[in-house]
């Protein structure tokens, strides 16, 4: 399952590359190849935060995320490595060198990276002293953009391990716990929040325009395609040139837009037309209610 979306965030800093000198705080940042460049949240810190989600709601799910295991002599921190308990040693994988244990992960993603071109935008800020007038001044990079974000989930892996290894530990568990893993993760997506830098730059990073893909192999079919403009109209002729390549490897396909985001969404959904039924396109609320709904099923034995 590959799933690709796009999300509209305000005068934010998701993912902060440091403090410089004490005066500015930098967006993490990256050069496209026309030199312009895009800010990026990396795939730790999105990870981090659909764990926070997790954690947040364990007494309702009955998942549990997994404790860290503090750093001994010879050894990094790492986490309980224990993928049978926890949902995110499950999902996101681990890796302890004190017990000599690994788990590839089942859940893959890049992070997030910006559609447009960073631009100039700072935030001018001050921590005022009661004794003085020497007050401190500092700066924080910000940027309003479109993110994109895509992950793949390798459907066959999840609460199971590929084979008997010295570095894991052998699971294959329950199918419903399966389902039930990938739901959340599915569920977290889309109720994302960031959480980091949000005490002064609150900003919705949830899917605005989203594509999930299923096929039988594990290559991707939409990624860094799932694009827009700024008028908001999506690049539809990308998106209907990937599925046409991908075609007979697609099992099935959605992709969900909020209409008051995505305007020319008639376009979008005239796309199903062409895939022989195995594309269907609606708004977020009904993609979301779907594929978290008990009748849809994502794994299968």
Avoid at 64 to 93: M, N, R, W
Avoid at 168 to 181: C, G, M, N, S, T
Wanted: net charge positive.
């Amino acid at each position: 399952m590959e799933i690709t979306f796009l999300t509209k965030v305000e005068k934010s800093i998701l993912n902060a590359a440091g403090n410089y000198g004490g005066n500015l705080t930098e967006l993490k940042k990256t050069t496209e190849i026309d030199n312009t460049q895009r800010v990026f949240v990396s795939g730790s810190s999105m990870k981090w935060s659909i764990k926070q989600y997790w954690k947040e709601n364990e007494n309702r799910t009955k998942e549990k995320t997994s404790h860290l295991v503090e750093k001994e002599k010879g050894a990094q921190i790492s986490s309980s490595c224990d993928p049978s308990k926890y949902i995110d040693d499950d999902l996101f994988g681990y890796f302890s060198t004190g017990r000599n244990l690994a788990r590839y992960a089942p859940v893959k993603t890049g992070g997030m990276i910006s559609i447009f071109d960073v631009g100039p935008d700072l935030d001018n800020l001050v921590r005022f002293s009661k004794r003085s007038n020497n007050h401190s001044l500092f700066d924080k990079e910000i940027s309003s953009n479109v993110f994109r974000s895509t992950w793949a989930v390798e459907l066959d892996r999840v609460g199971k391990t590929e084979s008997k290894s010295e570095y894991e530990k052998v699971i294959d568990l329950p199918l419903a716990v399966k389902e039930r893993r990938v739901k959340l993760f599915l569920e977290a997506i889309f109720n994302l929040w960031q959480r980091t830098q949000q005490t002064n730059y609150l900003t919705n990073t949830q899917p605005d325009i989203m594509t999930v893909m299923f096929r039988q192999d594990k290559a991707l079919i939409v990624g860094d395609r799932l694009s827009i403009d700024k008028k908001y109209n999506i690049n539809v002729g990308n998106l209907e040139e990937m599925l046409r390549y991908h075609s007979k490897k697609i099992s099935l396909g959605y992709i969900g837009a909020h209409k008051s985001i995505c305007k020319n969404y008639k376009r979008l959904d005239d796309l199903k037309e062409s895939f022989d039924g195995k594309l269907f396109v609606s708004d977020m609320v009904e993609l979301k209610d779907k594929l978290l709904s008990d009748e849809f099923k994502l794994i299968r034995r």
